[in-house]
């Protein structure tokens, strides 16, 4: 290991730590996003805190510098807010959370907008459940405070800072049946994290990033798809059979535009470019015909080939609904 990667190795732990110091000691208490999450993977992780890896830090790291920035570029166009503002629900203080960002029309207002940042590699057609139920335990929780005259609003701002795009997800406003189910399900996790249940399991698209994963009962068979898995699956499927259709249409224009060309041929028009170039012919080894004659040499120059995860959605009828 060099020197660089040694040092790095202990100033960005170490980093994260001091960015993330407002917090308090998370495993008294539970979080917004605590609940918006997994229900075991909250739980385990307050009774056996864990390190992040270095990979995961970064990807941290890059959500603090996103926040960072978005704040200069609020303060340079004159907006009034607050930052990471911490939020207590009054019977149960074990209950909390740390908004983003909370907006004022001016400081006499009787209007409030929290704005829950996200920093993805890609921004998603709809957002994440888990994301919106994060921002309702914020919106609830604010309201709980605040006389009942001031108006609570909320939107998601997901920024892909590699693609230099963003998208506010916005028009949410508190529900009280939604955040009144959502401080049960805090409860339970506090209740689970003392011991005194075992933790539900809420599978979802951040499984795959889960240090409790091995063993968890979810995972132990095959199970029901999560909701947003369920709605990744359908979106692929759906573009997958568009590709196909597109395919099938390149190759019909593709005939026509070589059967006008007729062999070589190079033309332009309007902003088109058509060149058309013949490939010389080639050989190719046949490695079953190798193997098949000659195995020692098929064994000498051969060599392992790196497996690989592949990927299969087609459509599935449950065996019940065959049968009827």
Known sequence: MSKLAAFLGRAIPAHQQKQSSHLGDRTLYVGASDIAGCPRKAALGKQS????????????????????????????????????????????????CHIDFLF????????LHIVEMKSTDGIPDEPYASWVDQLHVQMGLLQLTLDPSVEIGGS???????????????????????????????????????????PRTEPGILCGYCPFRTGCPSH???????????DAGRKYLELNEQKKALETRLDVLKNDI?????????????????????VAESVMIDSSKLKRNYPDIYDQVTKPKAGF????????MPPVAQAA
């Open 49 to 96: 805190p864990e390190g992040h890896d270095i990979k995961t830090l970064l990807r941290f790291s890059r959500g603090h510098a996103a926040q960072a920035m978005y704040a200069d570029f609020f303060r340079t166009g004159g907006a009034l807010f607050e930052e990471e503002v911490e939020v207590k629900h009054p019977q149960f203080p074990e209950i909390r």
């Open 220 to 230: 132990a068979v095959a199970l029901d798809l999560p909701r947003e898995i369920l």
């Open 156 to 198: 998601i701002l997901v920024v892909d800072l590699n693609a230099g795009t963003y998208h506010e997800f916005n028009s949410y406003t508190p529900n009280r049946l939604v955040f009144d189910q959502l401080v049960e399900k805090g409860k339970h996790i506090l209740a689970a994290a003392r011991g005194e249940c075992a």
């Open 309 to 316: 995860v592949k990927l299969e959605i087609k459509p599935f």
């Open 258 to 278: 070589l059967t006008f060309a007729d062999g070589t041929f190079k033309g332009a028009s309007d902003g088109i470019l058509i060149n058309v170039t013949s």
């Open 104 to 111: 004022y029309a001016n400081r006499q207002t009787k209007r």
